[in-house]
């Protein structure tokens, strides 16, 4: 069985826009990001987005301009040596009512099935409460990280703290 990382995208990996990132000219990938993945892969964990882009659903951005958002993060992430596993999106809006939207676990339970993932020794990441919650409704565990500049901490603190 495999562990994991999942990480939620916007206010983790990049800056989040309240208009949303809808194309790769408003992607701006915060810094510190390569090495953050970096180092969980050196201690053995996929790294796996999970990320709710609502904006597709509500026409403001489509699946295309979204894996290409995601194919940018990746050429950049390759420039380091690193790369994320994969990145697993909802395209619904709230009103849809789907079952992939955070805080539903869906879509970490999709991941743990393509990947055999054991989901009690990975953790989910983020900066909203929704990501916790979608972190322990699929049986890991969730943390909640203020901002981008949290990430590198927590991490490091994450790593610490691992039972060989
Ligand atoms: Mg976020
Ligand atoms: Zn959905």
Not at 109 to 123: E, G, P, V, Y
Not at 132 to 148: D, H, L, P, R, T
Request: aromatic fraction near 8%; proline fraction near 3%.
């Amino acid at each position: 069985m495999n562990k994991a990382i999942f990480l939620d995208r916007d206010g983790v990996i990049n800056k989040e826009r309240k208009d949303y990132v809808k194309n790769i000219d408003e992607l701006k990938i915060f810094e510190n990001i390569s090495e953050c993945i970096n180092k969980l892969k050196n201690n053995n964990f996929l790294v796996i987005v999970i990320t709710n882009q609502s904006a597709i659903n509500r026409g403001l951005t489509t699946i295309e301009k979204i894996n290409e958002i995601h194919n940018q993060i990746q050429n950049h992430l390759k420039k380091f040596n690193t790369k994320i596993d994969a990145f697993y999106f909802c395209p619904h809006r709230p009103d849809e009512n789907c079952l992939c939207r955070k805080p539903n676990p869906q879509l970490i339970i999709k991941a743990s099935n393509d990947f055999q993932i054991d989901l009690k020794s990975s953790w989910m990441i983020g900066d909203n409460d929704s990501d916790v919650f979608a972190g322990e409704n699929a049986g890991c565990k969730g943390i909640k990280i203020k901002n981008n500049m949290d990430l590198p901490n927590t991490i490091n603190e994450l790593i610490k703290n691992l039972d060989y």
